[in-house]
């Protein structure tokens, strides 16, 4: 079954943007994901589903200012012009036939 | 708009069993698979496992020794069972819907497991 890795923690500036990575282990790179948003205290929440193609469903209310990408084995979810309320940890989702795995989680700070 | 809602106990003995209910709202729960998902303090997250609308089930299989995941349609909820529990176990457990991703979490309760 798939392995998903991702970056432990990331900054970045108010009003820039930044690219978070999620990993496919070895021989996985076919798989499709889904990236979550885990803001401070609350409950997780889905932001969209990235394709191998790099095409993405996002979930309702998602802001315009995310959006994802493809490439090989690695899966990103691009936040443009940051704001304070996307500090928070992201993960990204994949499954399997019986399974589901989730990464370990990114930390993001908005400074 | 679908909504899912935990309720159970939020303090559970050592050696008992977890029990907790998700009920399914603006919505039927005669499609898609329901799940749970947990999350100890500090830490990230951990699939349980879930069931599809038919009763069919899958497990996490560190887990699938301890789990039971069952579905009453007639209620539209779905209940997780988790049996001898330790201080391991002590969480934030979310239910949550799956179609082709996990799109919906619940609120989340948290769970203690403690003398």
């Known amino acids: 079954q798939p392995v998903l890795t991702q970056s432990s923690s990331a900054s970045a500036s108010l009003g820039s943007s930044v690219r978070l990575t999620c990993t496919l282990s070895?021989?996985?790179?076919?798989?499709?994901i889904a990236w979550h948003q885990q803001q401070p205290g609350k409950a997780p929440r889905f932001l969209m589903r990235l394709e191998v193609s790099g095409n993405y469903n996002k979930g309702s209310g998602v802001p315009d200012r995310f959006s994802g990408s493809s490439f090989g084995a690695d899966r990103y979810l691009t936040i443009s012009n940051l704001q304070s309320e996307d500090e928070a940890d992201y993960y990204c989702?994949?499954?399997?036939?019986?399974?589901?795995?989730f990464g370990g989680g990114t930390t993001l700070t908005v400074v | 708009q679908v909504q899912l809602q935990e309720s159970g106990p939020g303090l559970v003995r050592p050696s008992e069993t977890l029990s907790l209910t998700c009920s399914v709202s603006g919505g039927s729960i005669n499609r898609y698979y329901w799940g749970w998902v947990r999350q100890p303090p500090g830490k990230g997250l951990e699939w349980i496992g879930y069931?599809?609308?038919?009763?069919?089930?899958n497990y996490n299989p560190s887990l699938k020794s301890r789990v039971t995941i069952s579905i009453d349609t007639s209620r539209n909820q779905f209940s997780l069972r988790l049996n001898s529990v330790t201080a391991a176990d002590t969480a934030i457990y979310y239910c949550?819907?799956?179609?082709?991703?996990?799109?919906?979490w619940g609120q989340g309760t948290m769970v203690t497991v403690s003398s």
């Open positions: 069931v599809f609308y038919s009763g069919s089930t």
């Open positions: 070895s021989g996985h790179n076919g798989y499709m």
């Open positions: 989702e994949t499954w399997d036939t019986n399974t589901q795995i």
């Open positions: 949550t819907r799956r179609s082709s991703c996990t799109d919906i």
